[in-house]
């Protein structure tokens, strides 16, 4: 069975810091990954997918994440935070290889931007 | 396009009432999902569809019906309302291609069941 956990429940760093959001999985499969972001009062936009092409994945507004399979991670990273990256985030894998949609979300992590 | 759009974006019930949680995408996307969002929980799959005419059973289905007669449309009916069921929804859809496809989902609606 699929599954995706997120190591922290609530993340602070200074405007102008790194940002580290930590993922890990479990997966029969070669999995399919993907990181959300949900501003608050928001819907859900895709940050980043990964695909087998490329163990490092770049997303929008400078995040990135590198998929680790032999530690069975997938951490977001950003080398430096801004205060509208304020949301919280989901690490997310799909719950069979491939197809159906159906997608397995973590718990979710909250990042916090202080000034 | 309008992408995936969900009607009502926020909705108060009381025990027992009846509705339906709209939703409609124009991307001709095969598969369509609904969650639920539940604090510290991210999102439970609820209910899903491959195609016009075929559902299936997600992770938390209890107290919902789906149908899909459409491609575009993927209602969820929440039959008698209870409590537990407030949460916000969403719902998704994606392109049956195959390779790594993301899904795209709608803004959400917000339900409180009183």
């Known amino acids: 069975a699929q599954s995706v956990t997120q190591l922290d429940s609530h993340v602070s760093v200074s405007e102008g810091t790194p940002v580290l959001l930590r993922c890990n999985y479990s997966s029969s499969y070669s999995p399919s990954l993907f990181w959300y972001v949900q501003h608050p009062n928001k819907g859900l936009q895709l940050l980043l997918k990964?695909?087998?092409?490329?163990?490092l994945v770049k997303g929008i507004n400078g995040f990135e994440a590198e998929f680790k399979k032999s530690e069975t991670s997938f951490h977001l990273t950003k080398p430096s935070a801004h205060m509208s990256d304020a949301a919280e985030y989901f690490c997310v894998v799909s719950a069979i290889s491939g197809n159906t949609g159906k997608l397995i979300f973590g718990q979710g992590t909250t990042l916090q931007v202080k000034p | 396009n309008a992408g995936v759009t969900q009607t009502p974006k926020f909705q108060v019930l009381k025990t027992g009432q009846s509705m339906t949680l709209q939703c409609a995408q124009d991307?001709?996307?095969?598969?369509m999902s609904w969650y639920r969002q539940d604090p510290g929980m991210g999102l439970r799959l609820i209910h899903y569809s491959v195609g016009a005419g075929i559902t299936d059973q997600g992770e938390v289905p209890n107290g919902y019906n789906v149908s899909r007669s459409t491609t575009e449309d993927f209602p969820l009916r929440l039959l008698s309302a209870a409590p537990s069921q407030t949460s916000v929804y969403f719902c998704?859809?994606?392109?049956?291609?195959?390779?790594?496809?993301?899904?795209?989902f709608g803004p959400g609606t917000r339900l409180t069941v009183l």
């Open positions: 990964y695909t087998s092409a490329a163990t």
């Open positions: 998704a859809s994606r392109s049956a291609l195959s390779g790594v496809v993301a899904q795209y």
């Open positions: 991307m001709n996307h095969e598969y």
